[in-house]
Each structure stands twice: as structure tokens, then as C-alpha cells.
């Protein structure tokens, strides 16, 4: 009962968090946070049940002679004790950048936030000028803010891990489903506004924020990230579907002819996607997309056939080149021109980003100070406000300091190597391999699109980045499950020596 309710919460969160613009307003990401914690509680639950029942188990066996060796399905060994020590550490550093601090310590660790202080607290009453206290985050609200969705998302990256939901090809393949349909329904959705002329993004209308497809984000270049995570794993889902036809079937004439909808839809639903992100006309996410299904072509090769590259992804691609041609692609091609003028003011904001981190080396500004103190190192002129670095490492660079930076760097590369490894190690005839490298080309190509862009700060981006790391984790962790679940029941007889 409660994993077929945490089952349908997963399922609402993937649905509801792209459709309500990207869940960046602040009633949508806190409605993701609630539910993430709820799911996170109904988890421990089950798993204090569980226990209980093996313990009982274990103690009905010992009483009847005999042995029982309760399943501990669990992807603990998965994450070392180094990696939830250092998760834990970074985000008590978001919350030491939010605590009062005697101005001596503020003084000795961030100079420049001492520095600054002073100066707002410049003609206030002695009273108030003499405080002995002050934050390291220069906007302690937003750091508050960033710390939650933080907590919620490590929250739900741990019980992704250690849950059982995501180890079993059948399980995981439902919540692939759900994805690739959000993903081929807001690249209809998008085309649709745009190309009728509609130009709305649900109930509100505006010509200026539908320059191009968006979906139901406010900005192209997020519909792009998120369809940089769901291509590739759509891919992997369509390959691990022929996976189990080769299996079932060895001759080729066999295969084309046990060919089933489904497999016709995913491959069809893929391209649509593709045309969905060309016609975003976000240049790095094109360019991202092309990255990825380079590696997709290398990686999903027939080692039996000795074949260099993937001849379905590279058709697929093609034929979704084809039909964005056929429809037009001036205005996506036009775009490329105005590179070098768009990289110039990108320019201009990194340098003057890297400035507040030269000011703030250590312990940052404050996670989601960025929009506040921008301005006082903005050193060019621009309309309206600029309210991130367009560069999402550099970004949290500035609001961390060398200290979280250093903890995310140990965090990211171990478990990334560690999923890497599990995926490897699986064989060229499991379906789950190919599910698990497109889970990583899509990781990988969401985060070189934020190099030049603001992608892992969406809630609705970070939210699928956070569950596709999981499940690759989850999934790779394939053999070490397989040995313990031969045990699942298994009742030692006692010996009659």
C-alpha cells in the first residue's frame, strides 16, 4: 500500500513540476518540497515496518529450527558514509552562512561581508551601528529559501537510493513512461503556441516570453535543459525495449515483425521532442543535444555486429533533421549569427561574477544572494536586472565559496564514477544498461548547458536531475541484488547430522 502511494507521488511530482512553469513561483516549488518530505516520511514508515517484520521473521525461524535470511534491499553500499558526511556538512554550511556571527569572526572569515555590513549600518543609532552580530549571507531570507530546496532534494536523492522502487527494470520503466510523456506533451504544447500564434504560456499571454517554443517554462533555454535529460533517456528506454526483443527473438525478420507499437511510439515521441528542442532555438541547447547523441551513437553500438556507431539514434536524428527543415529552420539557424553579441554581455556577467567570488573566496556571498549583490560589482549597462550568472557553477561558485564548491566537486565525481561503474558493469543484453547510459548522457549534457545558462537552479529541472541520478544509481546496482534476492524466503533446513 505504501509503495504503490510513494509510487503515485513520484508520478505527480514528475508531472506537476515542469507544467507549472518549471515550478519556479514560490507556491509551486514549496508544494514539490512538501510533497518530497511527505514521501520521505511515508518511506520511513514502510521501512521501520519492514524491519519489524524481518526481526519477527528471524525470530519465528530461530524458534522453529530453522534459518531465515531476510532480503535487505537496500542501495546503501551505493553512496559511501564519506558522501552522506559531506552532503550533510554542505548543507549545515548554508545554514552557518545564515546564523549571527560576533563581527571579530565575520571580520576574520569574510572581510568583505564584515566590509559591507558596516557600510548599510552607516547614520543608523548608535544602538543599532553597534551590533555585535552579523550573517555571513548578505540576503539570509533567500539563503533560507535555497537551504529547503536543498535539503529536499538531497532528501529525496538518499531515499531514491536506498529505495527499492527504481532496482527493477518494470518499475523504473513506468516512471520513464510518465517522463516521456511530459516531455512529448510540452513539445506539442510549445509548438502549438508558437507556431498558431497563440504565443501563451498556459493563462498568460505574452509575445515577449514566446519568441520561440517554451512549453509551459518561461524560458526556452529551460524547456531545452529539461528536454536535454529526457531525450537521451527516452533513447535508452527504446533501446532497452529492442534489447528484449533481441532476447526473444535472433533472427532479424523475426525482430521487424514482433515490432509493437509502443517501440514505433517511443522512437516517433522521440523525434518529437528533438523538433521540440530545435525550435526552442537555444544554441547551446542544440549544440548540447548534438553532443549527446554523439555519445549515444558511440555507446549504444551492436558489439556483436562489430558496428562503430548506432544506426537507429543516428536515424532518429536524422529524421527529425529532416522534418525540422521541412517546416523551416531560418529562425533557429539566425540565431547561431548572433552568437559572438550574446557571449559578449555572457562575458561581461562572468567576469563581473568571478569578481564576487575573488571578494567572497571562502564561504561565499550566500546560497541565493546572487540577484541582490550583483549589482554592486555590475561593471557595464544593461536593461532590467540581472538575476543570475548565466553559468550555473560559476554562480553557486560565488554563493558557496571554495569550501561548498570543494564539498559538491568530492560529492558529484565519486558518485558520478560510481553510477558509471554499475551501468558498465552490466552486460550488453540487459535492458537496464541502456536505460542507465542515456541517464548519464542526459546528466551530462544538462550540466555543459549550464555552463552558458541557468538550468539547475529550475526546481522542475533540478527535481528530474536529481531523480535520473538516482535511478541510475539504483539501476546499476544489479548483481550484489540479484545474489541477496535468490535468498528472498529461502528457509535453511536444520541439519539432521
Known amino acids: 500500500m505504501i509503495d ?21 513561483e514560490l507556491i509551486a516549488f514549496s508544494l514539490m518540497e512538501l510533497t518530497i518530505i511527505l514521501m520521505i516520511i511515508l518511506g520511513v514508515i514502510q521501512t521501520l515496518r519492514d524491519s519489524k517484520l524481518a526481526i519477527r521473521r528471524t525470530s519465528i525461524g530461530l524458534h522453529d529450527g530453522t534459518e531465515r535470511y531476510p532480503v535487505q534491499d537496500t542501495g546503501s553500499n551505493q553512496i559511501s558514509p564519506i558522501t552522506v558526511i559531506l552532503l550533510f556538512l554542505f ?3 548554508i545554514l552557518f552562512q545564515t546564523v549571527p556571527l560576533p563581527s571579530g569572526i565575520l571580520k576574520l572569515i ?14 543608523s543609532p548608535p544602538a543599532e551601528a553597534g551590533a555585535l552580530s552579523f550573517q555571513l549571507s548578505l540576503f539570509p531570507f533567500g539563503t533560507q529559501i535555497e537551504f529547503l530546496k536543498w535539503f529536499t532534494l538531497i532528501g529525496l536523492f538518499l531515499f531514491l537510493v536506498r529505495s527499492s522502487l527504481l532496482c527493477e527494470y518494470r518499475r523504473a520503466s513506468q516512471f520513464i513512461f510518465a517522463i516521456l510523456l511530459i516531455g512529448v506533451g510540452e513539445s506539442l504544447y510549445g509548438m502549438y503556441e508558437f507556431f498558431s500564434g497563440n504565443r501563451s504560456i498556459l493563462y498568460v499571454k505574452s509575445e ?3 519568441s520561440s517554443v517554451t512549453g509551459t517554462f518561461i524560458n526556452r533555454n529551460y524547456l531545452a535543459g529539461y528536454l536535454l535529460m529526457v531525450i537521451p533517456l527516452s533513447v535508452g528506454f527504446l533501446f532497452s525495449r529492442e534489447t528484449l526483443q533481441r532476447s526473444r527473438y535472433a533472427d ?14 517511443i522512437g516517433f515521441s522521440v523525434i518529437v521532442m528533438i523538433l521540440g528542442l530545435f525550435f526552442t532555438a537555444s544554441r547551446m541547447g542544440i549544440s548540447s543535444l548534438l553532443l549527446s547523441f554523439s555519445l549515444i551513437t558511440l555507446l549504444f ?3 556483436q555486429k562489430e558496428r562503430r556507431f548506432s544506426r537507429t539514434s543516428a536515424l532518429i536524428l536524422g529524421l527529425a533533421l529532416l522534418w525540422a527543415a521541412w517546416i523551416g529552420l531560418d529562425a533557429v539557424i539566425s540565431r547561431f549569427f548572433t552568437a559572438s553579441e550574446d557571449f559578449k554581455s555572457r562575458w561581461m556577467i562572468w567576469k563581473d561574477t568571478f569578481r564576487i567570488f575573488k571578494d567572497f573566496p571562502l564561504f561565499g556571498s550566500g546560497l541565493g544572494t546572487f540577484a541582490q549583490i550583483f549589482p554592486m560589482y555590475r561593471s557595464f549597462h544593461i536593461r532590467g536586472l540581472v538575476t543570475h550568472a548565466e553559468n550555473d557553477p560559476l554562480q553557486l561558485a560565488s554563493e558557496v565559496g571554495l569550501v561548498g564548491m570543494g564539498m559538491l566537486i568530492m560529492i558529484f565525481v565519486p558518485v558520478f564514477l560510481k553510477a558509471f561503474s554499475g551501468i558498465r558493469s552490466l552486460s550488453v543484453r540487459d535492458s537496464k544498461r541502456y536505460i542507465g547510459i ?6 551530462l549534457a544538462l550540466m555543459f548547458h549550464s555552463l ?3 538550468n539547475i537552479q529550475i526546481p522542475a529541472n533540478a527535481f528530474l536531475f536529481t531523480f535520473i541520478f538516482a535511478m541510475v544509481l539504483r539501476l546499476g546496482f544489479d548483481q550484489e541484488r540479484g545474489r541477496i534476492g535468490l535468498k528472498r524466503d529461502f528457509v535453511l533446513p536444520e541439519s539432521s547430522a
Open 4 to 24: 504503490q502511494i510513494i509510487k503515485w507521488i513520484l508520478i505527480f511530482l514528475l508531472v506537476f513540476t515542469p507544467i507549472a512553469f518549471g515550478s519556479v
Open 91 to 93: 548543507l549545515c554550511l
Open 110 to 123: 569574510s572581510h568583505k561581508a564584515f566590509e559591507i555590513r558596516n557600510q548599510l549600518l552607516m547614520g
Open 208 to 210: 515577449f516570453l514566446v
Open 252 to 265: 532479424w525478420r523475426q525482430q521487424l515483425s514482433s515490432l509493437d507499437g509502443k517501440a514505433l511510439l
Open 301 to 303: 553500438r551492436s558489439p
Open 438 to 443: 542515456g541517464g548519464l548522457v542526459g546528466v
Open 452 to 454: 552558458v545558462e541557468r
